[in-house]
Antibody
Framework: EVQLVESGGGLVQPGRSLKLSCAASGFTFSNYYMAWVRQAPKKGLEWVATISTSGSRTYYPDSVKGRFTISRDNAKSSLYLQMNSLKSEDTATYYC???????????WGPGTMVTVSS | DVQMTQSLSYLAASPGESVSISCKASKSISNYLAWYQQKPGEAYKLLIYSGSTLQSGTPSRFSGSGSGTDFTLTIRSLEPEDFGLYYCQQYYEKPLTFGSGTKLEIK
C-alpha cells in the first residue's frame, strides 16, 4: 500500500525558514517524480514543486521559485521541501504527492500545516 | 498560466441522483486533465486522468468527458460516500494548475 506521510509543519515567523519532510513507503520511491502541493485555508490547491527521480531536475511555479527548494533522498525514500523567506501567504497545508507517468498526482499524503505569523 | 474554472463552488444533491461538475480551461489542454476527490479527514484521491480514464479503484458510476477547454465529471446514482470536494487539474503545461473546487453536499 502506497503511503506518504508529511512532517515538519508548525508555526514560524515571517522571514524565517522551515523544512518539511515526507516519508514514502509501499512503492519503489526512486522510480517516481515527486511533488509538493499546498492549500491555503479556505482556498484551492496550488502546485509548489516537483523533483525528478534522480533529483537532478526540479520545477517550481514563480510564486515560490528562489525561496523554496525541493530535494529527495532515494536511499531513505524521503522527500523534502526547504522553505526560506517565508511569508504570511505561505500559510497552508502542504501535501506530499506522487506523480504518475504524467504530471498528475496519483497518491497524496494527509498533509502538514504550516502557519506563518508573528 | 492556464486558468481552470469550476463555475459551481457548491452543489447539493440527494443520494441516487446524478450530478455533473464542470471544469473549463482558459486555453486548450487537449485531454490533459485530472479529477480529484477529497473527503473530510482523508487524503486527496485521484479519480480520473486523461480527461476520461478511471483510476484503478474509482467506481464505475464516475465518468469524465471533454477535451480542449471544457470538461465534465459525472457521478451517476450518488452514494453517501461521494459527498465531498472535487477539483480538476490541468497537466498540459507548467505551472500545473487546479480549479477552485466544487463542494458536493447532501440535500
Amino acid at each position: 500500500e502506497v503511503q506518504l506521510v508529511e512532517s515538519g509543519g508548525g508555526l514560524v515567523q515571517p522571514g524565517r525558514s522551515l523544512k518539511l519532510s515526507c516519508a514514502a513507503s509501499g512503492f519503489t520511491f526512486s522510480n517516481y517524480y515527486m511533488a509538493w502541493v499546498r492549500q491555503a485555508p479556505k482556498k484551492g490547491l496550488e502546485w509548489v514543486a516537483t523533483i525528478s527521480t534522480s533529483g537532478s531536475r526540479t520545477y517550481y511555479p514563480d510564486s515560490v521559485k528562489g525561496r523554496f527548494t525541493i530535494s529527495r533522498d532515494n536511499a531513505k525514500s524521503s522527500l523534502y521541501l526547504q522553505m526560506n523567506s517565508l511569508k504570511s501567504e505561505d500559510t497552508a497545508t502542504y501535501y506530499c504527492a506522487r506523480h504518475n507517468n504524467y504530471w498528475y498526482f496519483d497518491f497524496w499524503g494527509p498533509g502538514t500545516m504550516v502557519t506563518v505569523s508573528s | 498560466d492556464v486558468q481552470m474554472t469550476q463555475s459551481l463552488s457548491y452543489l447539493a444533491a440527494s443520494p441516487g441522483e446524478s450530478v455533473s461538475i464542470s471544469c473549463k480551461a482558459s486555453k486548450s489542454i487537449s485531454n490533459y486533465l485530472a479529477w480529484y476527490q477529497q473527503k473530510p479527514g482523508e487524503a486527496y484521491k485521484l479519480l480520473i486522468y486523461s480527461g476520461s480514464t478511471l483510476q484503478s479503484g474509482t467506481p464505475s458510476r464516475f465518468s469524465g468527458s471533454g477535451s480542449g477547454t471544457d470538461f465534465t465529471l459525472t457521478i451517476r446514482s450518488l452514494e453517501p460516500e461521494d459527498f465531498g470536494l472535487y477539483y480538476c487539474q490541468q497537466y498540459y503545461e507548467k505551472p500545473l494548475t487546479f480549479g477552485s473546487g466544487t463542494k458536493l453536499e447532501i440535500k
